[in-house]
């Protein structure tokens, strides 16, 4: 078996036992990344050189005597939003295709603390806006899957390049799904953590009170040990959470036999494909095999999601996408007399057109005569969001839905129709809107070899029983992987 | 669904937003952001009487940073990812 | 002149707001670590969070709150419980996100007032609110005129992006120039008593935009206004408004009509000018930051902050009235300057003796650092030794003659008056031995005054006493000097 196909935890096992070096696996996964990168681009920075020196680094690290923790010289992907000290942070835009960044986002100088293996930096939808990855200045994301698919979107790169064995695991951002739909897509691990249990500093903003940062990983217990690398209070972000992080991985492989599950029916309607709702189900059986109890429960405001997501998500964008003006940094166009005329067309040029999208109707929604119609009222929707879950979760452990209404889809299908893109996303952006933590895994397999997803979320920083429920549904549902590459 | 937006406002929101749609562009715009504002609408429908707005998921209040002095940029730094500078700053063009 | 003002005075009526803008003097800026600094080098004090980077977020300087929150509190405003941060929207070179980050519809304070003192009247000046935002950076116009519509190209500094602002509105509650002038100095007296700001003029660390406009006295209908921009000093403030005074009063009578405008002051001129026509529909899109939590300022933090506000000008002025034994116009002149009434107060730390201390800092003191044009603190006498001089005087060291030529020295070298008095041997006799023999010489020598003292003209006595003054260089005490004569010739 080759290294590639071990887990973050099993490559950690090996270090420890000194079985391997970090260089090994390194070259490992540079050779795979050589045969599958120019069917995949998952990558927009990739270095083999670079990765290279890393892994003698920790190699030295280890020999010196330095404590192995849980990912010292694990190959982790940060998706290209993620800002990384003196390498290219581009958030797949032309704004940003030169942009150095300048400092470390908190996660990575947490990951750093790990020394963990950085392989690269990560394709996606420009800004994180999309569920394809079609929406890149680098190119789109092919599904390892299927290559004429999607991956999904927005951490497209990421999700691609864990299942596509370029990567042990990766970093995300979800901020409607971006997490979880791709993950879904490509058949492996994508945790949404509770808003505010990993820091956003460094994250570029999209929907700063939406975002979060999250693992994708090619099982649960990787994504556990993940989550709890990066998760944590900081001081530098006023909205992350002051308690103590939890030890996750013992959360996996417990008894789930009394926890009550809940199926949200605004979640299983007809848009639904048949085969993902029977896959769904079958998984659902396999829990109440395991003792769990499994009602269905209605959360009657989810209707009003995707439309609230749509007002919110924008407007804080149209906001946080301000900065990129071509002073300070990034694109600028050369050729403007004045700064109006600069601004313009350096946005209008530097950004593609779903941002162009985005940042108008968000600026449309905090507009004067219209914030209280749409910015305001979609606050207020989303409270009535909050309450809902709020109630399901007086009854019930987690609640599980499929994490995307259909597998992966064609490239260019949706590219021309916004809204059926947004649509998408309409059972994991709730989740974002409640701030609660989320989990998409694999639980089949479509007849045409697709991968499907099934969402486990939890109430506010209750990621343990969405990880005992994830345990057990990737223990209890089998399924193929069969990849086109 | 009747139009709620037409190309003026959408020059309007441009201008808000510091973007430019060409003439060329311009009709495709106005018609997926009149297609998703009309489906943003739908909110409307919610009664949300006696609800208060929700900007945190989270109660956190009070959160501050002592008066403490962190290390600034160095001049190199500041200036990295500059599109034009001189030696006292970004420069830019005419302000209009 | 005077009288035409008067005259316009009584048919129009002039209605002045202020937004004053004041820079704190915290360590850091508003939401990062960035120490705040004045004529650096520039742009090398910014960080990601202060020069927009991507990623970045901003955390609330505590500090910044708590003068906030001492502000409102000596402006009488309430303290908003529930306090937010918004954003303001609008693309500038100077700011580094293209939003400001301020306080919209729940601010740190609201509905407080200042009673501004014009001497015989009091104007009570309502202030609608107290709230806290980022300064942004500097623009440079490089050009031959170095304005802003004559620039070829701008340069930006950030180095003040991020300090943290304080904006206080008031009611339009000012009707006159002179006012607004007083309640720019009564403000800025306040401000510098909370030691908050240290509110310099030169480097704009308050500054001020006022709304004016001019209407019949008889009329109910409110005039048009126009705001001037940027008024930083007292002098300017006042000019600029009653240069616009009388142009909206100029209009009115010629029938016209005051257009809404913002408009400038020039220094050079003497004028204002029109920056731009009527307010351009501004649509800032104000929303609460999501990357900042709200504050929740409570009753005992509120408690706390009180405690550390000290005696403001006006408990000071009553102070020095009922306890100091001051008279109204010595109290009023020593309270409300800030410099003054620390300086005075200085001065009694070390010597207890307010008539005194008041006198000479009215009197000589006054007369000298005027006639140089600088302030109590950049002479070169410390407080304490314009105590020490004052002790020398109450304990008859010296006399006050002596005590006028000392403080001269004094303002002149900055030494201690010990010291002078030492050195130019301007001691005080009061050794009765010595001043005998001294006193024996004269009597010996002025015969014709000491008969005509025998023969009942007692005033010849002060002749003779001079005589021994002049003897020992003013230094003999006086009264010693009397008694001893008079003993001898009786
Ligand atoms: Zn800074």
């Avoid at chain 1, 979880?180 to 953590?193: E, M, T």
């Avoid at chain 1, 989990?439 to 969405?466: A, F, T």
């Avoid at chain 3, 006399?399 to 130019?424: C, H, S």
Wanted: proline residues 4%; charged residues 25%; contains cysteine.
């Amino acid at each position: 078996m080759s290294l590639i196909n071990l887990g973050a935890y099993e490559l950690n096992e090996l270090i420890k036992k000194k079985e391997i070096s970090v260089f090994e696996i390194a070259k490992a996964y540079v050779q795979r990344i050589d045969e599958v990168e120019n069917d995949i681009n998952a990558f927009i920075s990739f270095d083999n050189d670079l990765v290279f020196s890393r892994a003698r680094e920790i190699d030295k690290y280890i020999k010196d005597g330095n404590d192995i923790l849980d990912f010292t010289g694990i190959p982790i992907a940060i998706k290209d939003n993620v800002c990384t000290k003196g390498i290219k942070t581009t958030c797949a835009s032309k704004m940003l295709s030169n942009y150095v960044a300048v400092y470390d986002a908190t996660v990575i100088n947490k990951l750093n603390r790990h020394r963990f293996l950085m392989i690269g930096k990560a394709n996606m939808d420009e800004f994180a806006m999309g569920s394809s990855n079609e929406n890149s200045a680098f190119g789109v994301v092919r599904n390892p899957w299927n290559l004429d698919c999607v991956p999904g979107g927005s951490s497209g790169g990421p999700a691609a390049s864990v299942a596509a064995f370029e990567t042990a695991c990766s970093l995300g951002s979800d901020t409607g799904g971006s997490i979880r739909q791709p993950a879904s897509l490509c058949g492996i691990v994508g945790l949404k953590p509770t808003y505010g249990r990993v820091s956003r500093y460094g994250l570029v903003a999209f929907a700063s009170s939406l975002d979060q940062i999250g693992p994708l990983t090619r099982n649960v217990k990787d994504s556990a040990a993940l989550l709890e690398a990066i998760a944590g209070y900081d001081e530098y972000d006023s909205t992350s959470i002051n308690t103590d992080v939890p030890n996750y991985k013992s959360f996996l492989n417990t008894d789930i036999k009394g926890m009550r599950i809940g199926i949200p029916k605004e979640l299983m309607i007809k848009e639904i494909d048949c085969e993902v709702k029977s896959s769904v189900n079958n998984a659902l059986r396999m829990l109440e095999k395991s003792g769990a109890i499994v009602e269905e429960v209605s959360l009657p405001n989810l209707e009003y999601a995707l439309s609230v997501f749509y007002v919110i998500a924008p407007s804080e964008a149209s906001s946080n996408l301000s900065r990129f003006d071509g002073v300070r940094y990034g694109y600028r166009n050369t050729k403007s007399r004045t700064i109006r005329e600069m601004y313009k067309k350096t946005r209008a040029e530097g950004f593609g057109p779903e941002v162009k999208r985005r940042i108008m109707i968000g600026t449309y929604c905090l507009s004067s005569g219209y914030y209280d119609a749409y910015y305001d009222k979609a606050k207020r929707v989303r409270t009535l969001i909050i309450n809902d879950f709020k109630k399901a979760f007086l009854e019930y452990d987690v609640l599980i839905s499929p994490t995307s209404p259909t597998t992966a889809f064609k490239i260019g299908d949706r590219a021309d129709d916004p809204l059926t893109m947004y649509l998408s996303d309409v059972c994991t952006i709730p989740v974002n809107l409640a701030g609660i933590p989320a989990i998409s895994l694999p639980c089949g397999v479509s007849k045409n070899n697709l991968p499907i997803g099934i969402q486990v979320i939890g109430d506010i920083l209750r990621e343990d029983n969405v990880l005992k429920i994830a345990s057990a549904i990737e223990s209890e549902v089998k399924w193929k992987m069969n990849l086109q590459i | 669904m009747g139009k709620i937006i037409n190309k003026k406002d959408i020059k309007h929101i441009a201008k808000l937003a510091e973007l430019k749609y060409s003439d060329a562009e311009i009709d495709k715009i106005t018609d997926q952001l009149d297609k998703i504002i009309n489906h943003i609408t739908k909110i409307g429908q919610a009664d949300t009487s006696n609800i208060v707005p929700t900007s945190h998921v989270l109660e956190i209040t009070n959160v501050y940073r002592e008066d403490k002095v962190r290390i600034s940029f160095t001049r190199e730094e500041s200036f990295k990812n500059a599109p034009l500078e001189d030696e006292d700053g970004f420069k830019v063009p005419k302000i209009d | 002149m005077e009288n035409e003002f008067a005259d316009i005075k009584n048919e129009y009526e002039t209605v002045i707001g202020l937004e004053t803008h004041v820079e704190l003097s915290t360590e850091t800026k508003m939401f990062c670590g960035c120490k705040l600094s004045f004529g650096a080098q520039p742009n090398t004090y910014t960080c990601p969070i202060c020069l927009g980077h991507p990623g970045s977020l901003p955390v609330i300087n505590k500090k910044a709150i708590e003068n906030a929150i001492k502000i409102a509190l000596a402006l009488n405003c309430n303290i908003c419980e529930n306090a937010v941060f918004h954003r303001k929207n609008y693309f500038y070179p100077d700011m580094p996100k293209n939003y400001q980050i301020s306080q919209f519809d729940m601010p740190v304070g609201i509905n407080g007032y200042i009673d501004v003192d014009m001497g015989s009247y009091v104007r009570k000046v309502r202030v609608t609110r107290v709230h806290v935002e980022e300064d942004t950076g500097k623009l440079i116009h490089i050009g031959s005129t170095g304005r802003i519509s004559e620039a070829d190209y701008s340069i930006v500094d950030f180095n003040r992006a991020g300090t943290p602002l304080i904006e206080i509105v008031t009611m339009p509650d000012i009707k006159s120039p002179d006012e607004a002038k007083q309640y720019m100095i009564t403000l800025r007296n306040i401000l510098l008593t909370l030691d908050v700001s240290d509110c310099s003029m030169e480097e704009g660390s308050i500054r001020s935009d006022a709304n004016v406009s001019v209407k019949l006295i008889s009329s109910d209908k409110l005039g048009t206004r126009t705001e001037i921009k940027n008024l930083n000093s007292f002098r300017f403030l006042q000019r600029g408004l009653e240069y616009e005074v009388d142009r909206h009063i100029d209009i009115i009578k010629s029938g016209g009509k005051v257009i809404q405008q913002t408009r400038h002051y020039d220094n050079k001129t003497q004028t204002t000018m029109v920056l731009r026509e009527k307010e351009e529909a501004h649509d800032y899109r104000y929303f609460p930051d999501p990357d900042l939590v709200p504050m929740k300022i409570k009753e005992d933090w509120i408690n706390k902050i009180k405690d550390t506000i000290p005696e403001l000008p006006s408990a000071k002025e009553k102070r020095y009235k009922d306890f100091l034994g001051l008279s109204d116009y010595d109290s009023s002149f020593m309270a409300n300057d800030f410099e003054i009434s620390s300086y005075f107060e200085e001065v009694l730390k070390h010597h207890d003796n307010a008539k005194a201390a008041c006198n000479w800092i009215m009197g000589d003191f006054s007369a000298f650092i005027n006639k140089d044009g600088i302030t109590l603190r950049q002479s070169k006498i410390t407080p304490e030794n314009l105590a020490g001089l004052i002790k020398m005087i109450d304990s008859k060291e010296i006399n006050g003659k002596i005590a006028k030529l000392v403080f001269e020295e004094m303002y002149n070298t900055g030494k201690n008056p010990t010291d002078i008095i030492l050195e130019k041997g301007l001691k005080q006799i009061n050794d009765t031995e010595k001043l005998e023999k001294i006193i024996d010489e004269v009597i010996l020598k002025n015969p014709d005054a000491v008969s005509q003292y025998k023969s009942g003209k007692s005033k010849a006595i002060s002749y003779l006493v001079g005589q021994v003054m002049a003897k020992t260089h003013g230094k003999a005490n006086p009264q010693i000097v009397n008694e001893i004569i008079i003993k001898k010739l009786s």
